[in-house]
């Protein structure tokens, strides 16, 4: 049974206003000390209702994350490695907008820092001002 955020926040189910305003099956046939009692039954399980909807909650998001990385390109780059660098970082000139090409390079990785973070030089040995992600990166043909 699939339960609704509602349901797992408060533990009852909701009704929409309009079940209430008109004599609906749900208004015409309830009875108070019934729902009492159910209520109460249904409050003692909600924990474990709320787990199993974390468990299909992490289920789903391992699922997602698998098939993604199926799909990702793994990439790493050492030292002394010459990749391209994307062309939308800094700045360019207005002539080149749209039409620019979207790699510039090469350029030479100078130190590997933590968490895929890249310190680069040009290839005349001038470094560059800022850190670079792995993902700025992309392998010289």
Do not use: C, H
């Not at 009852?12 to 206003?17: G, K, S």
């Not at 079940?19 to 474990?48: H, M």
């Not at 990385?69 to 490695?81: E, G, L």
């Not at 005349?124 to 043909?141: C, I, S, Y």
Request: net charge positive; proline share 4%; no cysteine.
């Amino acid at each position: 049974m699939e339960e609704s955020p509602f349901q797992l926040a408060y533990g009852i189910e909701a009704m929409m206003p309009i079940e209430v305003n008109k004599e609906s099956l749900r208004v015409r046939f309830y009875d108070e000390v019934g729902n009492i009692r159910a209520q109460t039954e249904e409050l003692d399980i909600l924990p474990e209702v709320r787990e199993q909807a974390r468990i299909k909650e992490e289920a789903l998001k391992q699922r997602m994350a698998l098939r993604y990385n199926k799909k990702a390109i793994k990439r790493s780059f050492a030292t002394n490695d010459l990749p391209l660098i994307r062309n939308d970082i800094g700045t360019q000139k207005s002539s080149e907008r749209k039409l620019a090409a979207n790699w510039k390079g090469s350029y030479k990785i100078t130190k590997f820092l933590e968490k895929d973070y890249y310190k680069v030089s040009d290839l005349k040995g001038n470094e560059l001002p800022r850190v670079f992600l792995k993902g700025d990166f992309n392998e010289a043909p």
